[in-house]
């Protein structure tokens, strides 16, 4: 039995695949999938899917180099759709947009989900464009020493609201530490990514480390 026997592919032989940024949460596109299209996906670890318009299998970033790098396909409780959770290396969309669904809503009203990626992209914009009256056009003009002071003096902060047991406190001061090292990070160059890869990286070598001390 193949690891697709207990998928529903729909007469036509195709499932629905929901392709999410592994990253950051946001649904990027929805495709379709069909055995053969899966099985390319699950070897080469890149998304392929079927193009119900061409009738034919079209590896996503193909010819605009915005690939998708699988980093897990997970069915969903009835087997008849998947979800497919990526790292991307350019926009989702034919349109040069980051999602598909990006469009006005046609009820509601959607509001961007705030994320550490999403700060670190504006503070990018800052950095680039340097606004009048903006802190944080402030701390790029006075350069790495002057924000390396404010990461220590709010870490400072983070310590004394600590030990006095404030959680509202340490939150407030928590969450300005996490902002002027964020802006380190952007003057730096380093970004979010690389800090998760990193974190990821220690994760393994500490679950390593556990199996190790079992045997």
Request: charged share 25%.
């Amino acid at each position: 039995m193949s690891s697709f026997d207990n998928l529903k592919f729909d007469q036509n032989g195709l499932i629905p695949a929901i392709v999410q940024d592994a990253e950051t949460g946001r649904v990027l596109t929805l495709a379709y999938m069909n055995r053969e299209s899966l099985q390319r996906s699950v070897e080469n670890g890149l998304t392929c899917f079927w193009s119900r318009s061409r009738q034919e299998l079209w590896l996503k970033g193909e010819t605009s180099g915005n690939y998708q790098h699988i980093v897990s396909i997970e069915p969903d409780c009835d087997g008849d759709a998947l979800l497919v959770k990526v790292q991307k290396d350019g926009p989702a969309c034919h349109t040069g947009s980051d999602s598909c669904f990006d469009r006005a809503p046609l009820y509601g009203k959607t509001e961007e989900a705030f994320s550490v990626d999403s700060l670190y992209a504006l503070l990018q914009d800052r950095k680039q464009q340097m606004p009048e009256d903006s802190y944080t056009t402030y701390l790029f003009q006075k350069g790495i020493d002057k924000i390396l002071k404010k990461v220590g003096e709010e870490s400072t902060e983070v310590i004394i609201a600590g030990k006095g047991g404030d959680k509202a406190e340490s939150i407030y001061e928590i969450a300005d530490l996490a902002y002027h090292v964020l802006v380190m990070m952007t003057e730096m160059g380093i970004t979010p990514a690389e800090i998760r890869t990193e974190l990821a990286s220690r994760h393994v070598i500490d679950h390593k480390v556990k199996q190790e001390k079992m045997v």
